[in-house]
Nanobody
Framework: QVLLVESGGGLVQPGGSLRLSCAAS????????MGWYRQAPGKQRELVAR???????NYVDSVKGRFFISRVYAKNTVYLQMNSLKPEDTAVYYC???????????????WGQGTLVTVSS
């Protein structure tokens, strides 16, 4: 079993910045992807950003140029630097990992508990 622990959410004014962190622990052989999703009230969960094991990065169009994802491989940790935040970025942000289980070598998904980001003046 893999545990994802998130931190860094909170209340920020429009134009401000926040940095989310997600640390993974457990029976992990390798990761296919690590990334961040978000879910705003009344909306479906959407992919915000993800980074592959090879370093390929994808962003949803609405955050390109403002959000930046990075990963420290040795720490099994992924970060999301969020700049120029807008009210429409308000959501619960979830860390996600698609990983290879070290025991079964099967690909599995793990989710964090979610961290609330509120952008408001």
């Amino acid at each position: 079993q893999v545990l994802l622990v998130e931190s860094g959410g909170g209340l920020v004014q429009p134009g401000g910045s926040l940095r989310l962190s997600c640390a993974a622990s457990g029976s992990i052989f390798n990761f296919n992807f690590m990334g961040w999703y978000r879910q705003a009230p009344g909306k479906q969960r959407e992919l915000v950003a993800r980074i592959s094991s090879g370093g390929t990065i994808n962003y949803v169009d609405s955050v390109k140029g403002r959000f930046f994802i990075s990963r420290v491989y040795a720490k099994n940790t992924v970060y999301l630097q969020m700049n120029s935040l807008k009210p429409e970025d308000t959501a619960v942000y979830y860390c996600n990992a698609n990983y290879i289980n070290a025991t079964t070598l099967s690909a599995l998904d793990a989710w964090g508990q979610g961290t609330l980001v509120t952008v408001s003046s």
